[in-house]
């Protein structure tokens, strides 16, 4: 993976057990000059927490400055999912339902149900969107 097809944060563990290593975050510099900083919530927060699977976990102490790292494909899938698709929804049953003279408060509880639905489809898939999704996590080269 090169280096432009990578999104990278820079971290600190705080945690180490056998499946998980825990990564703390904080914003960086770099976040300003990434295509998704809009959308990311790594780049809303200032700390985030993100569980990396323990690969080599014995490599790694509590306190180490380490990379984590994603592909940026996986960052864009993550942007249609759960803001563009969204929004999509929205906007599609907005205009349907208004092209029907159907009352304001009828389409606004339409669209609140359909985007729960999705929501909720979405959280019931997390299980396969936790496989699909992985970081993995470097050390600093110093």
């Not at 703390?24 to 993100?50: D, F, H, L, W």
Request: some cysteine; overall charge neutral.
């Amino acid at each position: 993976m090169s280096k432009s097809d990578r999104i990278e944060h820079e971290g600190v563990v705080i945690d180490i057990n056998h499946n998980f290593v825990s990564v703390e975050i904080t914003r960086q510099s770099a976040c300003s000059s990434c295509g998704a900083k809009g959308m990311c919530s790594a780049a809303n927060s200032q700390n985030s927490v993100i569980q990396v699977p323990a690969n080599g976990f014995e490599l790694y102490k509590n306190g180490e400055k380490v990379k984590v790292v994603m592909k940026q494909s996986l960052g864009l899938k993550a942007l249609w999912i759960s803001y563009i698709i969204p929004l999509i929804i929205l906007l599609i049953l907005l205009l349907l339902l208004s092209t029907f003279k159907i009352s304001e408060i009828l389409i606004g509880l339409s669209i609140i149900c359909a985007l729960a639905l999705y929501f909720l489809t979405i959280y019931l898939l997390r299980d396969n969107f936790k496989k699909e999704f992985v970081f993995t996590i470097e050390k600093l080269d110093e």
